[in-house]
Nanobody
Framework: QVQLQESGPGLVKPSQTLSLTCTVS??????????WSWIRQPPGKGLEWIGD???????NYSPSLESRTSISTDTSKNLFTLQLNSVTPEDTAVYYC??????????????WGQGTQVIVSS
């Protein structure tokens, strides 16, 4: 059973960098054909895909966040990370990590972390 667990600070000051970690258990992040994603949900809004990193290390980012986002992996610890620079209060959200896969041409997230609340405030 794959499990994902987000961790990181719950409060970040404006203009600083938000850094989150997703620790994966029950499966290696280097396993072929899986993509490791970050998704967020601002208060009162829907889910927003931030980006992902593939099993080969290739990254993809939301165009609206690409200039401020970096996703990387630490294969020795079986985890992946999110860095979001120059945050503003509009980056306040519950942040989720998830495992994505493609099945019959459809991309879906089969496993999610429980989510971590991040508030951007001075």
């Amino acid at each position: 059973q794959v499990q994902l667990q987000e961790s990181g600070p719950g409060l970040v000051k404006p203009s600083q960098t938000l850094s989150l970690t997703c620790t994966v258990s029950g499966g290696a992040i280097t396993t072929n054909n899986y993509y490791w994603s970050w998704i967020r949900q601002p208060p009162g809004k829907g889910l927003e895909w931030i980006g992902d990193i593939g099993y080969s290390g290739t990254t993809n980012y939301s165009p609206s966040l690409e200039s401020r986002t970096s996703i990387s992996t630490d294969t020795s610890k079986n985890l992946f990370t999110l860095q979001l620079n120059s945050v503003t209060p509009e980056d306040t959200a519950v942040y989720y990590c998830a495992r994505g896969a493609v099945y019959r041409g459809t991309y879906y997230w089969g496993y999610w972390g429980q989510g971590t609340q991040v508030i951007v405030s001075s």
